[in-house]
T-cell receptor, first 113, second 114 residues
Framework: GAVVSQHPSWVICKSGTSVKIECRSL??????MFWYRQFPKQSLMLMAT?????????EQGVEKDKFLINHASLTLSTLTVTSAHPEDSSFYIC?????????FGPGTRLLVL | AQSVSQHNHHVILSEAASLELGCNYS??????LFWYVQYPGQHLQLLLK??????LVKGIKGFEAEFIKSKFSFNLRKPSVQWSDTAEYFC????????????FGAGTRLAVHP
């Protein structure tokens, strides 16, 4: 089946630093990838849609200058949390779309101290 | 706006009991429907999906779901649950074609007692 990986799986950083999270589709090409946040005991919240070779589309309320998304190839999208603050601590999940189905990565847990 | 409702937030069952989790959506056009499962400490995995054709869809691990267009529903069922089915279950919908943004329900947390 379609496999999506994320790296790192967890990261702890100091407030004010930037963190980059990678999302890769391992066995298929994904024109579109998605980035979500999941808060404890809650559903996934879509942050942005990332299309290969073009600018990401952000959901309402998501700061595009804070959450930089780059989709450089059909198998790689990156999310950079810039100048991270404790309130950015969360579980970030990416997905990659194969035709009409989204396959999810294992998530990256970010803790900002 | 599109929305997805999962009626049961928490479900507790004994092993071998039957399971039905409700899912209703609000969009009136053609939709694609999905159930995902998230086992404790693991990532979201696709259980089953419906695009078109037979409205009764069979997925992995003995799960099935029925699309009832007139009721805007896509309920998930399993005749006999196991302890290993303890997980959180998410229903998701997207519009067929065009912008394929998934809309998730709030999730249903299932606990199965041995």
């Amino acid at each position: 089946g379609a496999v999506v990986s994320q790296h790192p799986s967890w990261v702890i950083c100091k407030s004010g630093t930037s963190v980059k999270i990678e999302c890769r589709s391992l066995d298929f090409q994904a024109t579109t990838m998605f980035w979500y946040r999941q808060f404890p005991k809650q559903s996934l919240m879509l942050m942005a849609t990332s299309n290969e070779g073009s600018k990401a589309t952000y959901e309402q309320g998501v700061e595009k200058d804070k959450f930089l998304i780059n989709h450089a190839s059909l198998t790689l999208s990156t999310l950079t949390v810039t100048s991270a603050h404790p309130e950015d601590s969360s579980f970030y999940i990416c997905s990659a779309r194969d035709e009409r189905t989204q396959y999810f990565g294992p998530g990256t847990r970010l803790l900002v101290l | 706006a599109q929305s997805v409702s999962q009626h049961n937030h928490h479900v507790i069952l004994s092993e071998a009991a039957s399971l039905e989790l409700g899912c209703n959506y609000s969009y009136g056009g053609t939709v694609n429907l999905f159930w995902y499962v998230q086992y404790p400490g693991q990532h979201l995995q696709l259980l089953l999906k419906y695009f078109s054709g037979d409205p009764l869809v069979k997925g992995i691990k003995g799960f099935e779901a029925e699309f009832i267009k007139s009721k805007f529903s896509f309920n998930l069922r399993k005749p006999s649950v196991q302890w290993s089915d303890t997980a959180e279950y998410f229903c998701a919908v997207n519009r067929d074609g065009g912008y394929n943004k998934l809309i998730f329900g709030a999730g249903t947390r299932l606990a199965v007692h041995p």
